[in-house]
């Protein structure tokens, strides 16, 4: 099965910034779309941005539109989050997630995760 390993987590400074990467060892992901996902305690998961499987389309949550950016590298082995102008609200452990579509919200459940990153934002 597919295996997802996220790394690049730590605490940052508001308004810092950090690049979250999710990998695969033995696989790529071009036949798969990846979503970063997050939550805080006492929250719950929410979706925060996602790639499709060609890399050519993605999706953003509203509250980190013009933050955060998603990406693919060119072997399709990773996928990474930058975030930029992070705010102590972008706290939680981040997960990133493989399946078939794009999409962060609805009915759709993905088919594979990872274990978390913890991102931190405070002064």
């Known amino acids: 099965q597919l295996q997802l390993v996220e790394s690049g987590g730590g605490l940052v400074q508001p308004g810092g910034s950090l690049r979250l990467s999710c990998s695969v060892s033995?696989?790529?992901?071009?036949?798969?779309?990846v979503a970063w996902f997050r939550q805080a305690p006492g929250k719950e998961r929410e979706g925060v941005s996602c790639?499709?499987?060609?890399?050519?389309?993605?999706d953003y949550a509203d509250s980190v539109k013009g933050r955060f950016s998603i990406s693919k590298n060119n072997a399709k082995t990773t996928v990474f989050l930058q975030m930029n102008n992070l705010k102590p609200e972008d706290t939680a452990v981040y997960y990133c997630?493989?399946?078939?579509?794009?999409?962060?919200?609805?009915?759709?459940?993905?088919?594979?995760w990872g274990q978390g990153t913890q991102v931190t934002v405070s002064s």
């Open positions: 033995e696989f790529t992901l071009n036949y798969y779309a």
């Open positions: 997630a493989a399946g078939g579509v794009c999409r962060l919200s609805g009915n759709y459940e993905y088919d594979f």
């Open positions: 790639i499709t499987s060609s890399g050519r389309s993605t």
